[in-house]
């Protein structure tokens, strides 16, 4: 069980927009701590999509969209792409057992272009 | 161009201490602006957090995992390393070495760059 909760799948056609939620809790997101996204695809390493809520790192397409609001955070894709097709993690930090926070991740959302 | 190698034994033996090293290429460990860390990934599973160092040497470990972790760096070799005691069955899994960008206040904040990963398997 993760401590942030994402929705197992998403799909959509091409073209269309998609989100995936990080439903958190009062001891991460809800705490301020900020919210992280990652993209994998089978057999490689994550790699970084969205870092402090909503900041693209350099090379990340601007169909890639993040948000926070309260005790959840949303990744939207824009114009889905067939490429676009992998599993996607947040990640944020917990104080519910460390004061300095752990890092935690969403169990992954796999998105599927239809 | 920043990388990161995952090295080490890809077959354990159960109970025994898995130890791993990530070489890191084009850039140096000792850098204030960045953490470094390891994660590992069950096949067909998500993410889970094992660990993180500075360059101070201060370290930070999953509660779950706390008792049988140990992370050093070698600045020397330009280095980190797990270690990991008392292996089973489910620690098999695919472990990553990763940076992580300080945040505002140099705390450790999100991982920007990933090692391809390395499969360990534990069984006798």
Redesign the interface.
Known sequence: Q?VLTQPPSVSGAPGQRVTISCTGSSSNIGAGY?V?W?QQFPG?????LI??NSNR?SGVPDRFSGSKSGTSASLAITGLQAEDEADY?C?SYDSS??A?????????TKVTVL | QLQLQESGPGLVKPSETLSLTCTVSGGSISNSRYYWGWIRQPPGKGLEWIGTIYYTGSTYYNPSLKSRVTMSLDTSKNQFSLKMSSMTAADTTVYYCARLRSGNYYEPYSFDSWGQGILVTVSS
Do not use: E, N, R
């Open positions: 993760s900020d992280h990652y490689t390493a994550p790699k970084a870092y402090g790192p993690y990640q057992l460390s300095s926070g752990d890092v935690v991740f969403g169990g992954g």
